[in-house]
């Protein structure tokens, strides 16, 4: 009996127009996608551009004679086989000689978190490959290798924080506080009290630490105070380490960005840190008379501390003792603050004052403020109408409008931007429509057991 052997053919279009025919059983594909891979990063004026090259070509021709016999008849890798011996014969390139890998060295950057972190991926995966053997389970390391996570903290308004683990909490924690505190990074806050007869405080002092780090830079401090939001490490210095090569332009130039530096987006108003040798970003700003940080950092450089600094709000929260919330909820003052705000500086003149002046706000007053800023009714606009009802300063919906874009920028996970507040919450402000949704069908859960 004669065994027939069934190959389904698919036909196409060639960008020419031309109709192909392939087999799904030819590679040809595969083998130019590595091909363009192995020589996307080539110019001729290079050194050793001919050699390398070469290599690449034998590499081509040998992925294309692996996959001959399933690509019999289909015109694409024809014309792949004939371009290979042209290309060839122009560069000299002889039949037999060595071959590039398919997964070339990636250039090491030491002062770049990203290129050591993908260094370190390209060689754990290439280790997989040569010692699969030693993973029972059948993983090997590139199956198994995570690529690095980063976290997200936020501190803004009376003081309210947001942790590494997304718990939303509003705190007391007047005086010097540490928000972390690792082996390569240090971030301490000042909060001092913003309002007479009330327990609310505000940052008023920032004080950085990027750690020595060796190859890369030494130690850098920056500091900003209120109204001192300098776009300088206390140095004088603006950057830090030498320039690496990381990226190549449109134009075939490659850009130089130093291990540290900092970037000045509004004079006095927003300034951003960035340490790329740690793969870490800081945003400070100065809203009114108090200040607002966000930073994003690694994972695994966030928990690199020891047992003496495990004091760290944006790690662990605050003290129990220092919260002022209730589990999420925000309990509002019952009347309006005394007006004028208690200040460790003295205030400027006012006619020089850039900042608005402190009035009384209801309950209605203050979400009808909050919300020409924030529209969605999450702990950020709930957060905004606890400020503007404690402390009557309608500079603290800046600042909560700020930092919800300033998490929205590093935060990196978008499915857990969103925080709302307890069900305790929803006797004091309007729920949202989902909270209405959510209480409506409980509503009806309940009326059908009590019918049943």
């Known amino acids: ?149 980063y976290l997200f903290c936020g501190l803004f308004g009376d003081p309210h924080l947001r942790t590494f683990k997304d718990s939303f909490q509003t705190c007391k924690v007047e005086g010097a506080w540490p928000l972390i505190d690792n082996d390569y990074l240090s971030v301490q806050v000042t909060n001092v009290p913003v309002v007479t007869g009330s327990s609310a405080t505000a940052t008023n002092k920032i004080t950085i630490i990027f750690k020595p780090y060796e190859g890369c830079t030494d130690q850098r401090v920056y500091q900003a105070v209120t109204d001192d939001l300098p776009a300088a490490f206390v140095d004088g210095t603006v950057s830090s380490g030498e320039p690496s090569h990381s990226s190549t332009s449109i134009d075939g130039g490659t850009s130089k960005v130093r291990a540290l530096w900092i970037s000045e987006r509004s004079p006095g108003r927003h300034v951003e840190l960035h340490a790329g040798y740690i793969g870490v970003t800081v945003i400070v700003r100065q809203l009114g008379r108090y200040l607002t940080l966000a930073v994003r950092i690694p994972e695994d450089l966030a928990q690199a501390y020891d047992a003496t600094q495990d004091l760290q709000l944006c790690l662990n929260g605050c003290p129990s003792g220092e919260r002022i919330d209730r589990g999420g909820h925000l309990p509002l003052p019952s009347s309006p603050p005394v007006l004028g705000l208690q200040l460790q500086q003295p205030r400027r003149p006012s006619q020089f004052s850039p900042y608005s002046a402190p009035r009384g706000f209801g309950v209605e007053g203050a979400r009808e403020r909050c919300r020409e800023q924030l529209e969605v009714q999450d702990i950020y606009f709930h957060s905004c109408v606890f400020d503007l009802l404690t402390t009557g300063d309608a500079n603290f919906t800046a600042a909560a409008y700020s930092a919800q874009k300033d998490m929205e920028s590093l935060h990196p996970h978008r499915d857990r931007w969103r925080i709302y507040p307890s069900s305790s919450a929803l006797a004091t402000f309007h729920p949202d429509s989902q909270s209405v949704t959510c209480l409506v069908l409980l509503l009806l859960c309940a009326l059908s057991s009590a019918l049943i």
């Open 1 to 149: 009996m004669a065994v027939i052997k069934v190959i389904t053919l698919t036909m196409h279009m060639s960008p020419s127009g031309q109709c192909q025919v392939s087999t799904t059983q030819c590679r040809i594909q595969k083998c130019t996608t590595d091909f363009v891979s192995l020589t996307s990063h080539l110019t001729p004026a290079l050194d050793g551009f001919d050699t390398e090259f070469c290599k690449a070509l034998r590499a081509y021709s040998a992925c294309t004679q692996r996959t001959a016999k399933s690509c019999r008849g289909n015109l694409v890798f024809h014309s792949a086989v004939l371009g290979i011996s042209d290309l060839m014969s122009q560069r000299n390139c002889s039949r037999d000689g060595p071959t590039s890998t398919t997964h070339p060295e990636v250039h090491h950057e030491p002062c770049n978190y990203h290129s050591r972190t993908q260094h370190a991926h390209t060689h754990s995966h290439a280790h997989g490959h040569t010692h699969s053997h030693s993973h029972p389970h059948g993983h090997s390391p590139s199956q198994t290798h995570v690529q690095p996570g």
